[in-house]
């Protein structure tokens, strides 16, 4: 058994352990070998995961798996280890799942590209790389899209109304003819309401939203092409709006505080929870509904976590210096008989036969203590955000407490007993930050007590000398802080020797002794913060989102979408809709109301004929009705519609060349420009520049003047890899401007020979631009830069 234990001690773990084993299994009667054994496999284990762990978190994958590999030859089924392993293999895909994420993105799939990031920030929260396509994501929505989700509708082509104090059943007349939307008008929609809208080239629902709430209407959707029009009334809204019922199963949060927030923020009154099943059920409008769960998705999150590692120190020095001659300090005087002399009747100059007594004798002392104590607690606690966490190493000192009331048969005496706890009390109360910053409440005391003796009562008395530091300090993740200079000094002399001769200096130690006491004690507590799990990172656009009006919740505000020929999907042939000349709401003749080259369209309603006008734009076919809508009498047969815009430019749109020089000697810079040639517009720009580092060194990449051309404020990145011999490079203009167009530099790139070479390639690959409303923008790839390094 003592071998064994040696070669653990050795480092030798599987040969120790084997040993342990073999002792166990010779004397199975003797319990002792099978107890060290399961204790000390418990603790080789815990030892391994902890030095896997940590090299892990350092990078060191190749030493962190030979210890998971460790443990599981010690213990097969070791779940933590199987699982280490298990991530371990999926992080030496981080960069080939990286690759395809920034490929993904370059080429406009956003949605992907989240998708791979997800996994990859799952499997290594801090990736540099990772958190910096989050970001660049981040910027790409926020710049393309909207902050307000749409709900999508099958007309996808725009509108266009232009109306004057028309009648609202007019109007939706003339959108039924030709959108081919049935509406369903309330019998309390009063028929001589009239509306007045003029809006170009948006969505058809959202030009409905529009022109139904400036005349306190409502709708409700019973179909893909059907809606029902009804006054916005409190009697009408119980009447026809649905509502739905939805439970939340909550997570994190107390379920009585998402109670307090539905019914805070939604007014929502049908509202049951289940706290065993911490579950929240709500009956409400399907816009409440969809805004509860937004409110609980950015609400209902995990608290934060840290492990606080403590470490004090109580240090306590005492000096004690005892040196000197210790001479009688009083005299007696005996008479003859024995007895002490009376002063005035037996002391006299010849007193018979008598004695000089001395009362303590003639002593010689030298005595020195040293004593040093060092108090030292280590303890690690986890504690939640903003949670109290208490520390107490030490004593309970009963303290007697004796309570004496009189009686007739005598006093009676009653005791209680108190404890005071003393020692080290150490309290801590984190707050964790999305910054990875932890704030830390910290109180300190630190006590030690004496006993002081009993009152007549029977009262204990007890004296406490002790300690105290009390402090709020900001902490990043891993950073340690030593709070110190908790420091007494004490420093007591006490003289005893012959008055006068005593205090001659040097000699005096010949006539006296002198007691000195130093005491010296010191304080000292490091704490260092490790954040276990952090509240996970929302972007802003998705904690920000409408909620309609303070008279009604909506899920999307109320708001136009403007399409034309520049939005993706739009046609750019908007159908207008206006009342013709000579009628209430139109135009009259041939005024600014008509639009030149419109051709009527017939429309009809309860009150007469009508007619709207679909635009066409000049020289351009005009635009057929939707299928099985009548025709007007007399119009002329519609062309075919012309086909749409395409989104992404012609081939040739983008060239990209290199230019700079074509050799370099060992030791000598050059400089490579990336030249482009835009005949369109450009917002941003991502490429990678891939050279030989064995034969050129990358000294520097700057941007050029193509895009900031203007005086915008570009953003630009350039992230290097010399090991592989690769730079990401990244220009983008700010968000919301107008592109910039023309021929000129994008960047600069300046190399160094670095050892001779006939031909260092320099190339540029995955060369991405995107042009305003994120449109993608092809550019063929450029030849490559052949460097011949000489010697």
Known sequence: MKEGQALIDAGRYEEGLSRLNDAAARSPSEPQYRSALVLEQERIVATLLARADRMRSVGDYDSAQEAY????????????????????????????????????????????????LAQILALDPNAPDALTLRREIEQEHARTVSTYPRLRTKFTRPVTLEFRDAQIRMILDALSRTTAINFIVDKDVKADTKATIFVRQVPVEDALDLLLSQNQLEKKVINDNTVLIYPNTPAKIREYQDWVIRTFFITNMDVKQAQTLIKTMLKTKDLFIDEKLNSLTMRDSPDAVRLAEKLLQAQDQAEGEVVLEVELLDVSRDRILDLGLQWPSTFTVLNSSGGAATLLSDLHLNVPRGQVGIDRGFQARAQQQNADVNTLASPRIRVRNKDKAKI?????????????????QGPVTTETVQYLDTGIKLEVEPTIYQSDEVAIKVVLEVSDSQNAGTTNNGTTLVRVKTSNASTTLRLKNGETQI??????????????????????PVAGRLFGSNNDNWTKRELVLSITPRIVRNTPYLPPYQLEFSSGTEGSLRSRPLALALQGSDTPGADGNAVTLTAPPGTPGGPTGAGPGVPAGT???????????????????PGAPVTAPPAGTPAAPGATPAAPAASPQSAAPASGAVALTLEGARSLKVGEEATINVQLKADQPLVSTAFQIAYDPKAVKLLDVTEGELLKSDGAATTFSARRDDAAGMVFVGVARPAGSEGSAGEGTLVHVRVQGLAAAPAAAVRVTGFSAIGPNNRIVPAPAAAAVELAVEP
Do not use: C
């Not at 002399?493 to 006068?500: E, L």
């Not at 369209?601 to 635009?615: E, K, P």
């Open 483 to 504: 709070l110190a200079g908790l420091i007494r000094n004490d420093h007591q002399s006490a003289v005893d020797g012959i008055p006068g001769l005593a205090e001659v």
């Open 69 to 116: 590999q460790r443990v599981l030859r010690i213990t097969p089924r070791n779940t933590r280890a199987i699982d280490a392993l298990r991530t371990l293999e999926q992080r030496r895909n981080l960069d080939d799942m990286l690759k395809q994420a920034r490929a993904a993105f370059r080429r406009g799939d956003v949605e992907l590209a989240e998708k791979q």
């Open 599 to 617: 051709t009527p369209l017939a429309t009809g309603g309860s009150r007469g004929a009508t007619r709207g006008r679909v635009a066409t734009p």
């Open 392 to 408: 107490h190493i030490g004593d309970r000192i009963p303290i007697v407490n004796a309570t004496s009331v009189p009686s007739t």
